[in-house]
């Protein structure tokens, strides 16, 4: 990697926003509240058990093992280049699709906003103009970026935290449109007759990717001052200021909308709308503060990307110096970002956007329901991503640590194997639950797009990672800079 001309740092203030920014998803808030009353305990339960070791994980990985590389780093210390190669994969295969979604979400609020249905070159030209912006973006470290981020983190702040106002002063005032009416409305598993309902668990990948991102945090190891220090911390104070900002939103929708009546894709909005009337603001005042708020929304749309774009960069480069991506796409910027991944990210995107537009508009509206199930194939493959980090952390700790005071998590070995395997517990029942959400024959008729992409991604990835050199040491290229003085 060419050295880079300057040095950029990174403060702590700007880390902790950077982790809100990575982390804290706007889009994700509608679908969690879907979930219904029980979605209280299910976060006190996956924040317990899933939040709080993943966190402080990647905290120590992040700095006992200090590398632009991150999670690929880590994976290969514990199990060498082919399982390395194998998360980069599932990485890559999740972010075009991730970004084509947050693209077609740009136009849907916009229209929601504006309220007028735009044309499809519209629609098109916009989702596209999206692409470029995050894919230039991403060809910028973060400590080149690290404005547009915080301005993001502050403007997720005051979005979420408007809605769950407004939701605390109508059901003090009002009532909610959600009431719980017994103690098993708030239990997870239990259905409407209070019998067992194992469906729930499909919640469980809703709210584990609300979580996701922390071990993009490590990668800015090299932007830090200190990041012995830093990393952990913008990790805790992060994931505490996370957890409120995404409990006070969903609650807030709770209160303005009936489950059965929500709108994953507008919710948000829908809500402002909602509660913004039952305060008896005039129509007039209700469209500017949804146009501001939609705007803000759009805004953290595009800096969540650039927050998260040099980690998966970096990730994806790392692989390609092993030959599980083309060489090209190690290649980097004289500040060290790697530009080529960048771009194809953007171009299989861009890809995606113009498919799924042309589907929806000129072949037929099955089409387009079959092209969005695939979409669902970047959640999966996210969630793919991080079950070798759990086992990983568990052989590496258990050698001890590497650096000198890197953040350690001090503990016995049952603390140890909770942190490790809870967590991994947890992503095997959202895995299961998301690919197989019923257990009977007719779910297949459905799912089945699904099911099929998951194998055929596993495939491709099983034949990239063939041509890979196995081996458990990194070459010079890639070693780990130790941050001891």
Same mark, same amino acid.
């Given at each position: 990697?060419?050295?880079?001309?300057?040095?950029?740092?990174?403060?702590?203030?700007?880390?902790?926003?950077?982790?809100?920014?990575?982390?804290?998803?706007?889009?994700?808030?509608?679908?969690?509240?879907?979930?219904?009353?029980?979605?209280?305990?299910?976060?006190?339960?996956?924040?317990?058990?899933?939040?709080?070791?993943?966190?402080?994980?990647?905290?120590?990985?992040?700095?006992?093992?200090?590398?632009?590389?991150?999670?690929?780093?880590?994976?290969?210390?514990?199990?060498?280049?082919?399982?390395?190669?194998?998360?980069?994969?599932?990485?890559? %295969?999740?972010?075009?699709?991730?970004?084509?979604?947050?693209?077609?979400?740009?136009?849907?609020?916009?229209?929601?906003?504006?309220?007028?249905?735009?044309?499809?070159?519209?629609?098109?030209?916009?989702?596209?103009?999206?692409?470029?912006?995050?894919?230039?973006?991403?060809?910028?470290?973060?400590?080149?970026?690290?404005?547009?981020?915080?301005?993001?983190?502050?403007?997720?702040?005051?979005?979420?935290?408007?809605?769950?106002?407004?939701?605390?002063?109508?059901? /003090?005032?009002?009532?909610?449109?959600?009431?719980?009416?017994?103690?098993?409305?708030?239990?997870?598993?239990?259905?409407?007759?209070?019998?067992?309902?194992?469906?729930?668990?499909?919640?469980?990948?809703?709210?584990?990717?609300?979580?996701?991102?922390?071990?993009?945090?490590?990668?800015?190891?090299?932007?830090?001052?200190?990041?012995?220090?830093?990393?952990?911390?913008?990790?805790?104070?992060?994931?505490?200021?996370?957890?409120?900002?995404?409990?006070?939103?969903?609650?807030?929708?709770?209160?303005?909308?009936?489950?059965?009546?929500?709108?994953?894709?507008?919710?948000?909005?829908?809500?402002?709308?909602?509660?913004?009337?039952?305060?008896?603001?005039?129509?007039?005042?209700?469209?500017?503060?949804?146009?501001? /708020?939609?705007?803000?929304?759009?805004?953290?749309?595009?800096?969540?990307?650039?927050?998260?774009?040099?980690?998966?960069?970096?990730?994806?480069?790392?692989?390609?110096?092993?030959?599980?991506?083309?060489?090209?796409?190690?290649?980097?910027?004289?500040?060290?970002?790697?530009? /080529?991944?960048?771009?194809?990210?953007?171009?299989?995107?861009?890809?995606?956007?113009?498919?799924?537009?042309?589907?929806?508009?000129?072949?037929?509206?099955?089409?387009?329901?079959?092209?969005?199930?695939?979409?669902?194939?970047?959640?999966?493959?996210?969630?793919?991503?991080?079950?070798?980090?759990?086992?990983?952390?568990?052989?590496?700790?258990?050698?001890?640590?590497?650096?000198?005071?890197?953040?350690?998590?001090?503990?016995?070995?049952?603390?140890?194997?909770?942190?490790?395997?809870?967590?991994?517990?947890?992503?095997?029942?959202?895995?299961?639950?998301?690919?197989?959400?019923?257990?009977?024959?007719?779910?297949?008729?459905?799912?089945?797009?699904?099911?099929?992409?998951?194998?055929?991604?596993?495939?491709?990835?099983?034949?990239?990672?063939?041509? %890979?050199?196995?081996?458990?040491?990194?070459?010079?290229?890639?070693?780990?800079?130790?941050?001891?003085?």
């Amino acid at each position: 990697m060419p050295e880079k001309k300057q040095k950029y740092k990174f403060r702590l203030f700007s880390a902790v926003l950077a982790t809100v920014c990575i982390i804290l998803v706007g889009d994700a808030v509608a679908p969690t509240a879907s979930i219904g009353n029980s979605q209280y305990i299910w976060w006190i339960i996956m924040i317990l058990c899933f939040f709080i070791p993943y966190g402080l994980i990647s905290a120590e990985l992040g700095t006992q093992y200090p590398s632009e590389g991150g999670i690929y780093t880590w994976i290969e210390k514990a199990f060498g280049s082919k399982w390395a190669s194998r998360v980069a994969w599932f990485y890559w %295969v999740n972010y075009p699709l991730w970004i084509a979604s947050l693209a077609d979400l740009v136009t849907t609020y916009l229209m929601q906003m504006l309220g007028f249905d735009m044309t499809w070159p519209l629609i098109l030209a916009i989702q596209l103009f999206y692409i470029v912006l995050v894919s230039v973006l991403g060809c910028l470290r973060i400590s080149q970026s690290d404005v547009l981020a915080n301005i993001g983190a502050v403007a997720k702040f005051i979005f979420m935290a408007g809605l769950g106002g407004l939701g605390i002063y109508i059901l /003090v005032t009002q009532g909610t449109a959600n009431p719980i009416n017994s103690i098993t409305d708030l239990l997870p598993l239990v259905g409407e007759n209070g019998g067992l309902d194992l469906a729930g668990l499909g919640f469980v990948s809703l709210i584990i990717f609300n979580m996701l991102g922390f071990e993009v945090v490590s990668t800015f190891a090299e932007d830090m001052e200190n990041p012995k220090k830093e990393i952990p911390k913008a990790i805790i104070y992060g994931g505490i200021l996370i957890a409120i900002f995404y409990l006070l939103p969903s609650f807030g929708i709770g209160v303005a909308i009936p489950v059965q009546d929500l709108s994953t894709d507008t919710g948000l909005l829908d809500s402002y709308n909602i509660l913004l009337s039952n305060i008896g603001l005039s129509v007039g005042a209700i469209q500017a503060i949804i146009v501001v /708020v939609g705007g803000l929304f759009i805004y953290t749309l595009i800096t969540n990307i650039a927050a998260w774009n040099f980690g998966v960069n970096s990730v994806i480069a790392y692989a390609a110096e092993d030959g599980a991506f083309p060489k090209s796409w190690m290649k980097r910027t004289k500040d060290g970002v790697p530009y /080529v991944v960048s771009i194809w990210t953007g171009i299989v995107a861009a890809i995606i956007s113009i498919a799924g537009i042309l589907c929806a508009n000129f072949i037929s509206e099955d089409i387009t329901n079959l092209f969005w199930t695939f979409f669902s194939l970047s959640l999966v493959c996210l969630l793919l991503v991080y079950l070798p980090m759990f086992l990983a952390f568990w052989k590496l700790h258990r050698q001890g640590p590497a650096v000198k005071n890197g953040f350690w998590i001090e503990g016995g070995k049952v603390k140890i194997a909770f942190y490790s395997f809870a967590p991994f517990v947890l992503l095997i029942v959202a895995l299961f639950f998301t690919l197989f959400p019923e257990f009977n024959l007719e779910m297949f008729s459905y799912q089945w797009p699904l099911i099929v992409g998951v194998c055929v991604a596993i495939i491709i990835g099983e034949i990239l990672v063939m041509n %890979v050199r196995d081996g458990k040491n990194l070459p010079q290229s890639k070693k780990s800079k130790s941050l001891d003085a």
